[in-house]
C-alpha cells in the first residue's frame, strides 16, 4: 500500500488493532479491553490527495451480549480533526450527543451509525415509533394495521446508501411481511423508482418498487424470494449450465425498453480508463506505465469498432446482484440501470466473472469455459447481434476501468494481488479484438 502524503496516518487508520480500542473508548463500547473489541474494516473508499473514507464493524461481547456497531471514519491531515469536526457539528446542529465526534490522533472525523454525513434520514427510518407509522400508510401496508416493525441493517455503504429490511406484523392475522427500503444520499432513487416501475411489466423476476419517499429519499421495495450467486455456485457440476441462465437473464433483461434521461456512453468508458491511469499513478506507481499503455492501445483500437447498440442495460452486473430460487434467476440492485451498448453490459459481468474467479483460486483457464457459455446463451436468446470484435474490446477495457480502478480505489488486499493477472488478461482481448472469429466462434 503507497502510503498518501496528505494522510501519513492512514496507515494507522487501516490497522485494526490500532483503531479497535480507540473507537471501543470513545464510543464507550463495553469490553474496551485489549482482545475484546474486535475491529473489521469494511469499505474503503480512497481519492489520494483529496479524501480517504473507511468503514469500520465494532463487535464487543459484555453480559454474554453480543453487540456490534458500524463507524464511519473520514480522514483529515494531521492537526485539522478539531477544525474540521467544529465545521461539521456547524452543519448539522440537530446532531444527538456522540453522533460525530473526533480523534486527534490518527486524525480523523468518526460518525457513530445511524448518524452519517450524508444520510440524514437513517435515524428516523431505524426508529421504531416513526417507522411503523410510515409503513402503516396505504402504498405500504394497504388496508392492514401494523403492528409491529422490526428493522434490520443489510447493506451500508457510508455516505452512499443504506439498505433495510423491514419484518411487519399485521393485526388481523398470524401473517409477517417483508418490506425493503433503500435510503440515499441524495434523489437519485426518484429516477431508480420510475425505471422499476417501466421494467416490472416487462422482467418477469426481479425487484419491484412500491414508493419513493421524497422527504427522506427512500425507495420502498417489496420482498423477492431468493438467494444472491455467488462463485461457488458456478464452480459446481451445474456450473456450466448456470452461465447459460445467467446469459438467458441478461439477454431477458436488455430485450425490455425503458425511458430514461440515464446514459452510460463511449465517452464515459474512455474517461474512466484515462482516469484509472491517474489512479495508479498515485496509487501503485509501478503499475502506471503498464496502464498507461493498455490504455492507449485500447483508444486507438477504438476508432474501427463498429458502432454500438443502445438499448436498457443494467450498469452494474455482476454475481452478487443474480437473485436465484430454485429454477428462477432473476436481478436485483436497479439503481445504476440506464440507456447503453449492452457489450459494454454484458463485458461487465465477464470481467467480474474473473474477478471472482481469481479471488477465489482458480486459475483463468477454469473461467474461459463459463465466459463461453455465458455468451453462447445470451447470443441464442438476445435480440442484439453480438459483435466479437466489439465485445473483446469492451472485456479488455471492463478488466481496467472497472476491475483494476475499483481494486485500487478500494484498496482492496484480495484485488490488488491480482492486478498483474487482470492487466494480462485485458492484454490478451485486446489482441483478440483484433480477430473476427474465434475457435468455434467462442471469445476466448
Known amino acids: 500500500m503507497k502510503l498518501d502524503p496528505c494522510f501519513p496516518q492512514m496507515s494507522d487508520a487501516l490497522n485494526p488493532a490500532v483503531m479497535a480500542p480507540l473507537l471501543g473508548w470513545l464510543l464507550g463500547t463495553p469490553g474496551i479491553t485489549t482482545g475484546h473489541v474486535e475491529c473489521c474494516i469494511g469499505e474503503k473508499r480512497h481519492k489520494p490527495g483529496k ?128 418490506l425493503y427500503a433503500k435510503n440515499y444520499a441524495d434523489d437519485s432513487g426518484r429516477e431508480v423508482f420510475v425505471v422499476m416501475q417501466q421494467l416490472s411489466r416487462q422482467f418477469s423476476w426481479g425487484a419491484k418498487a412500491l414508493a419513493y419517499d421524497t422527504q427522506t429519499r427512500t425507495l420502498w421495495q417489496s420482498h423477492v424470494p431468493g438467494r444472491t450467486l455467488c462463485w461457488a455456485d458456478l464452480q459446481t457440476a451445474d456450473g456450466l449450465a448456470l452461465a447459460g441462465q445467467i446469459g438467458q437473464c441478461v439477454a431477458a433483461f436488455h430485450a425490455c425498453e425503458i425511458d430514461s434521461v440515464l446514459r452510460f456512453s463511449h465517452d464515459d468508458i474512455t474517461d474512466a480508463l484515462l482516469a484509472t491511469v491517474k489512479l495508479a499513478e498515485q496509487a501503485q506507481h509501478e503499475l502506471t506505465k503498464r496502464i498507461e499503455r493498455s490504455v492507449a492501445d485500447l483508444l486507438v483500437h477504438a476508432e474501427s469498432l463498429p458502432k454500438s447498440t443502445q438499448t436498457t442495460i443494467h450498469h452494474d452486473l455482476k454475481l452478487n446482484n443474480f437473485l436465484v430460487d430454485g429454477d428462477k434467476l432473476g436481478l436485483i440492485d436497479i439503481d445504476c440501470v440506464c440507456l447503453g451498448d449492452p457489450m459494454a453490459d454484458l463485458a461487465s459481468l465477464i470481467a467480474n466473472f474473473y474477478l471472482h474467479g481469481l479471488r477465489e483460486g482458480d486459475a483463468i483457464e477454469r473461467v474461459h469455459p463459463r465466459v463461453n457459455q455465458l455468451l453462447s446463451a445470451y447470443r441464442t436468446h438476445s435480440l442484439h447481434t453480438v459483435s466479437l470484435p466489439a465485445l473483446r474490446w469492451q472485456v479488455a477495457a471492463a478488466l481496467i476501468h472497472e476491475v483494476t480502478r475499483r481494486s485500487l480505489r478500494q484498496m482492496d488486499d484480495l484485488r490488488i494481488v491480482h492486478i498483474q493477472s487482470y492487466l494480462a488478461l485485458s492484454e490478451s482481448y485486446l489482441a483478440l479484438s483484433r480477430h473476427s472469429t474465434g475457435a468455434d466462434d467462442a471469445l476466448i
Not at 464493524?57 to 453480559?63: E, G, I, V, Y
Request: net charge neutral; glycine share 6%; hydrophobic share 40%.
Open 51 to 178: 479524501s480517504l473514507v473507511i468503514g469500520y464493524r465494532l463487535k464487543s461481547q459484555s453480559n454474554k451480549v453480543l453487540q456490534s456497531r458500524y463507524v464511519t471514519g473520514r480522514l483529515c491531515p494531521p492537526g485539522a480533526a478539531s477544525r474540521e469536526f467544529e465545521l461539521a457539528r456547524s452543519k448539522r446542529p440537530d446532531l444527538a450527543a456522540g453522533a460525530l465526534t473526533f480523534l486527534h490522533e490518527p486524525a480523523m472525523l468518526i460518525w457513530a451509525f445511524p448518524y452519517d454525513r450524508k444520510l440524514i434520514h437513517l435515524p428516523a427510518l431505524l426508529d421504531a415509533e416513526s417507522i411503523k407509522n410510515r409503513i402503516g400508510e396505504p402504498d405500504l401496508a394497504g388496508d392492514d394495521c401494523v403492528q409491529t416493525v422490526e428493522s434490520d441493517v443489510l447493506h451500508y455503504l457510508a455516505e452512499r446508501s443504506c439498505m433495510i429490511r423491514y419484518r411487519v406484523s399485521l393485526g388481523g392475522s398470524d401473517e409477517t411481511r417483508l
